[in-house]
């Protein structure tokens, strides 16, 4: 009796000890491949901003690049003119300066998504929000867009000009593709700036569209959910980690037309329009 129940205690601590390997190796397998799904994620998310920052980049190089067209057919035609002087000398200058604009482009844009870098500045928000509605001025009047702005508020912020402008704009293109289904005539998109308590600008970006649903809402911010069949489903959330970066905060209303707020510290100085 007492070999019988020797044998079976060594069979069972070895069925136990074989259970025990098996499993080690199995939760091995597993650990593995979270480790290499965990890998795949961080590869597409890399690629993923680099397409989001590839379209950042490619917008805001447009306007310095067409400039830099611009006055280099200006400069071949001051050559070709005989021309030495003030004129070519003035053209040449602003050539540099656009380089330089487009050079600064690429390294604010490349070094936010890299190490999420600022540069902050002293920035007038009527100069802001002017340099960012120009861009879709031509493209309001190409597609019937009421294109309104209205400034309550002014003050200056402490701010990277560039990143700012890249959050607005976004906000902009995605206010025009929401009005595009729009029938003429109700196609509008306003831009207003008012004071927020604590010393606090709130500025709104409005759209006549179809506006947002609670769930819609609810998954905007999230990685990879786009309604555009082109989009990457990064650029709300690449603005909103801008607008934080500058201590402030992005957000969409639920509303029967499109709302999103950016709201921003002030510095010192703010002054309600009349």
Not at 100 to 113: E, N, P, Q, T, Y
Request: hydrophobic share 50%.
């Amino acid at each position: 009796l007492l070999l019988c129940f020797s044998a079976i205690t060594v069979l069972e601590i070895q069925a136990v000890a074989a259970a025990r390997a098996l499993f080690g190796f199995f939760i091995g397998i597993v650990v593995d491949e979270k480790q290499r799904v965990s890998a795949e994620l961080r590869q597409t998310l890399r690629l993923a901003a680099a397409g989001e920052m590839a379209g950042a980049l490619a917008h805001e190089l447009n306007q310095p690049l067409t400039a830099l067209s611009t006055y280099g057919i200006v400069c071949e035609k001051l050559i070709g003119q005989g021309e030495t002087g003030e004129r070519l000398r003035e053209a040449i200058h602003r050539m540099v300066a656009e380089s330089s604009r487009a050079a600064d482009v690429v390294r604010r844009l490349r070094d936010f998504f890299r190490t999420g870098a600022t540069q902050l500045k002293l920035v007038d928000l009527d100069g802001l929000l002017d340099s960012a509605l120009d861009a879709f001025a031509n493209k309001a009047r190409q597609q019937g867009v009421e294109l309104v702005i209205d400034v309550r508020h002014r003050c200056t912020i402490l701010a990277d000009r560039l990143q700012l402008e890249v959050v607005l704009r976004n906000l902009l293109a995605n206010a025009f593709d929401a009005v595009a289904d729009c029938p003429p005539g109700r196609r509008r998109v306003r831009v207003a700036a008012q004071p927020e308590a604590g010393e606090r600008v709130c500025i709104r970006v409005e759209d006549s569209g179809h506006g947002l649903s609670g769930a819609a809402a609810a998954r905007l911010f999230e990685a990879f959910h786009s309604s555009k069949a082109s989009g990457l489903g990064l650029g709300l959330v690449i603005s909103r980690a801008i607008v934080e970066a500058h201590g402030g905060h992005l957000a969409a209303e639920v509303a029967d037309h499109g709302v999103f707020k950016i709201v921003l510290p002030c510095e010192g100085g703010a002054v309600d329009a009349s």
